[in-house]
T-cell receptor, first 118, second 114 residues
Framework: AQSVAQPEDQVNVAEGNPLTVKCTYS??????LFWYVQYPNRGLQFLLK??????LVKGSYGFEAEFNKSQTSFHLKKPSALVSDSALYFC????????????????FGAGTQVVVTP | DAGVTQSPTHLIKTRGQQVTLRCSPK?????VSWYQQALGQGPQFIFQ???????QRGNFPDRFSGHQFPNYSSELNVNALLLGDSALYLC?????????????FGPGTRLTVL
């Protein structure tokens, strides 16, 4: 079975400071990992993904994420946060490495609310 | 390039009623997935349609059913509505093949069951 954990319900950061949103995962095969952002009353917007290759993945709006296989983590980062980054962030995993019931399905974390103050 | 569209935006129903939600995928996409997002939670996978067939299903009862049309648009039907079905229902589309790993989401339909 696959699972995703976002240990922080909310992250508060001052504008201009670095932002980190944590995510850990569990899959039986090789993970496909994703970050999405959701603004109020909107659907999810794709930020970035890790499939294979470099552990540091760069995505939209200056975000990046680091894949750490030994720690089974995929933390989202931004060097300098903006007030407009305030939103709900979701980490997701897709297990395409084993023929289990969860094969191919997206599993989302519960989300982390990011609040960036001026 | 049209993104994923969903209708209606909001819907209010009473317990026991039936509802149909609609989704048009992003231009060029052929696969549609449906998710339920309860308040304060992450999206939960309901099912996925490809080539007009249900290809995968999450842990949802048979009251939840769907359909995909030849133009790749899709419907989600929920019968015998319960209060607990109140949620934001999200549709996501993707293209079968090399880009199957990236899903693009619509704005959602907010369903309230009274």
């Amino acid at each position: 079975a696959q699972s995703v954990a976002q240990p922080e319900d909310q992250v508060n950061v001052a504008e201009g400071n670095p932002l980190t949103v944590k995510c850990t995962y569990s899959v039986s095969g090789n993970p496909y990992l994703f970050w999405y952002v959701q603004y109020p009353n909107r659907g999810l917007q794709f930020l970035l993904k890790y499939i294979t290759g470099d552990n540091l993945v760069k995505g939209s709006y200056g975000f990046e994420a680091e894949f750490n296989k030994s720690q089974t983590s995929f933390h989202l980062k931004k060097p300098s946060a903006l007030v407009s980054d305030s939103a709900l962030y979701f980490c997701a995993v897709r297990d395409l490495g084993s023929l289990t019931d969860s094969w191919g399905k997206f599993q989302f974390g519960a989300g982390t609310q990011v609040v960036v103050t001026p | 390039d049209a993104g994923v569209t969903q209708s209606p935006t909001h819907l209010i129903k009473t317990r026991g009623q039936q509802v149909t939600l609609r989704c048009s995928p992003k231009s060029g996409h052929d696969t549609v997935s449906w998710y339920q997002q309860a308040l304060g939670q992450g999206p939960q996978f309901i099912f996925q349609y490809y080539e007009e067939e249900e290809r995968q299903r999450g842990n949802f009862p048979d009251r939840f059913s769907g359909h995909q049309f030849p133009n790749y648009s899709s419907e989600l039907n929920v019968n015998a509505l319960l209060l607990g079905d109140s949620a934001l229902y999200l549709c996501a589309s993707s293209l079968e093949g090399l880009e199957t790993d990236t899903q693009y989401f619509g704005p959602g339909t907010r369903l309230t069951v009274l």
